[in-house]
């Protein structure tokens, strides 16, 4: 295997050649949508320290299958989904804008399970007597070790989740936005907040088979606030987030086959890069916007303000 030529269809062509490189996009392939169509909805819901917990808890279900000789996919998911669960029923889990207080007690909650996940994971890692040669991949994600039976359970999962995030848009939404009113008009605001943290817990569960539970946070975050940067539309910022959740796999895995260094980073860092851009490209737009005459109207303000004329 070389390095990156001038050639870029020769190294594509060399890169598609290998079947686990394959399998590899194809995972990331999914993975990317549904961490940029979820990591939306957790950004604007303000859940971004949920979502890290939801992916550090990974960690350990993937030890914990190991030890057990299972799949690690089993426990990606398993403890994913159970952590999920336990953050919806405590007190104040999953519960935006729960009132005075309610953000401190929220992660108060969240910090609890996700320290009592890692001592798990801890103590999975020490009860296996054999040599733990993927702990590293656990972590930090890799490009090789993508499987077709897991390519299968990350389609499956995440046409489930797709399925589930469309029809609990609308209410996720108003819910999100504005939850009282939504609790006044009817919309059960608890089990909507329950059933997107358990999307929310496959999402990570699916992202951390292809860049490792330490780095999956990258893929759920920083392509959503960096569509939110861009846009005020819900629409054009879910779409956003997905294409370039999309750019920075696909890009990642390509760079990370020719180079020596993991995934996890390369995804990482273009995520990062996109989102330093868009911030850049955010705060220019504002400093000219406020040069403009009084009266007259930015096209990013007119954007929502059509946008919530529509609605």
Same mark, same amino acid.
């Given at each position: ?12 062509? $060399? ?20 961490? #940029? ?9 303000? $859940? ?9 808890? #990974? ?26 669960? &336990?953050?919806?029923?405590?007190? +104040? #889990?999953?519960?935006? *804008? ?18 009592? /996940? ?6 999975? &890692? ?9 702990? *590293? ?13 897991? &390519? ?13 995030? =469309? ?7 108003? +819910? ?8 006044? @008009? ?7 907040? /329950? ?13 951390? $088979? ?14 959503? %606030?960096? %569509? ?12 956003? +987030? ?31 890069? /996109? ?6 490209? @955010? ?7 406020? @040069? $403009?005459? @009084? ?6 303000? =007119? ?9």
């Amino acid at each position: 295997m070389t390095g990156l030529s001038w050639n870029l269809v020769d190294d594509v062509r $060399q890169m598609l050649a290998f079947h686990f490189m394959l399998n590899a996009l194809r995972a990331g392939t999914i993975v990317a949508v549904v961490a #940029g169509a979820v990591g939306y909805f957790m950004v604007l819901r303000r $859940q971004a320290f949920a979502g890290h917990t939801l992916a550090v808890i #990974g960690f350990p279900g993937a030890a914990g299958a190991t030890w057990l000789g299972i799949s690690p996919v089993f426990g990606y998911f398993g403890f994913c989904i159970a952590g999920a669960l &336990v953050i919806a029923a405590l007190p +104040s #889990g999953g519960r935006p *804008n729960a009132g005075l207080g309610g953000y401190g007690e929220e992660s108060a909650v969240i910090g609890t399970v996700q320290a009592f /996940a890692l001592a798990c994971g801890f103590l999975f &890692v020490s009860l296996y007597k054999g040599f733990l040669s993927g702990l *590293n991949n656990l972590l930090f994600g890799t490009i090789i070790g993508v499987s077709d039976n897991q &390519v299968l359970t990350l389609l499956i999962a995440g046409v489930i989740c797709l399925a589930m995030l =469309a029809a609990l848009a609308r209410p996720l939404l108003f +819910s999100s936005i504005d939850p009282a009113v939504a609790r006044a @008009r009817g919309v059960p605001v608890r089990l909507v907040a /329950a059933a997107f943290l358990v999307l929310l817990g496959v999402a990570a569960a699916g992202t951390s $088979q292809v860049t490792g539970s330490l780095l999956v946070f990258a893929l759920l975050v920083a392509p959503a %606030a960096t %569509a939110a940067r861009l846009t005020a539309r819900p629409a054009l910022g879910l779409s956003l +987030s997905v294409l370039i959740a999309l750019a920075v796999t696909w890009v990642g895995e390509t760079i990370a086959f020719f180079s020596p260094y993991p995934i996890g980073f390369w995804v990482s860092s273009l995520a990062f890069a /996109a989102f330093l851009l868009a911030t850049t490209y @955010r705060a220019a737009a504002d400093r000219i916007g406020r @040069r $403009q005459p @009084r009266g007259s109207t930015s096209p990013t303000d =007119a954007g929502i303000t059509a946008t919530v004329g529509a609605a």
